[in-house]
């Protein structure tokens, strides 16, 4: 059996990062999501325990400060998360993204019957358990992404995400859709990566 033995710090590459940040969006400002919760960044709401609104309701940041807070809620709060239900079990570096993208995403990591499954042994069942998490349906893209990943080691994130540059005013408060445009994150990911590890 595998075992962890890496610092959790250490684990965060830069191809980690891009992956899930990948299923994301960045907008710069607070906005509403599909259910309505303030949501700012790369996906981040204030249940991650950065508080998001009414900090960045019409007050964007810089794509910098999004990816920094990104990286340290992966680092301080995500991964420690994924690593303890894998129980100590070393994943490889596109396990440990997809189980980050998943848990990013749902928060479930605890709960999921995959994960089980897969420490179990029983492969097959975990790859047709992963799908379970796939409302709604706009998620099931995303879902089978990490899935590919997890199992097969199929990557998807190549540095360039879409960014959301405006969001409407008054209380409906969503990205316009037509502002959206690719950036390459990747210079201001390593800048960040390389001041958190100085800082850890």
């Known amino acids: 059996m595998r075992t962890a033995s890496t610092p959790s710090d250490a684990l965060l590459s ?5 992956e899930i940040a990948e299923h994301e969006a960045i907008v710069l ?14 996906g981040v709401t204030s ?10 309701r019409g007050k964007p940041s810089t794509i910098e400060r999004c990816l920094e807070i990104f990286e ?5 709060k995500y991964l ?3 690593l303890a239900a894998f129980k100590g079990r070393a994943l490889q570096e596109h396990e440990l993204a997809a189980a980050l993208s998943f848990h990013w995403n749902t928060g479930g990591i605890a709960e999921a019957s995959w994960v089980k499954s897969w420490l179990g042994g029983d492969i097959g069942r975990a790859r047709r358990e992963f799908l379970n998490w796939s409302k ?4 099931i893209g995303r879902r089978k992404a990490e899935r590919s990943l997890f199992f097969d080691a199929v990557w998807a994130g190549d540095g360039w995400v879409t960014q959301y540059q405006r969001v409407s005013p008054g209380r409906e408060a969503t990205p316009v859709w037509r502002s959206a445009r690719q950036i ?3 210079p201001a990911l390593r ?3 390389a001041k958190a590890r100085r800082e850890t």
């Not at 830069?14 to 891009?18: A, G, I």
């Not at 400002?29 to 790369?42: H, I, K, N």
């Not at 249940?47 to 960045?56: D, Q, T």
């Not at 709604?136 to 998620?139: A, D, F």
């Open 47 to 56: 249940a991650s325990g950065h508080r998001v609104f009414p900090r960045y």
């Open 14 to 18: 830069e191809r980690v990062l891009q």
């Open 72 to 76: 340290w809620l992966l680092r301080t």
């Open 29 to 42: 400002e607070a906005y509403r999501d599909s259910v309505g919760e303030w949501t700012w960044g790369v």
């Open 80 to 82: 420690p998360e994924v």
């Open 136 to 139: 709604p349906r706009e998620i």
């Open 191 to 193: 800048a960040v990566l």
């Open 184 to 186: 390459d994150i990747r």
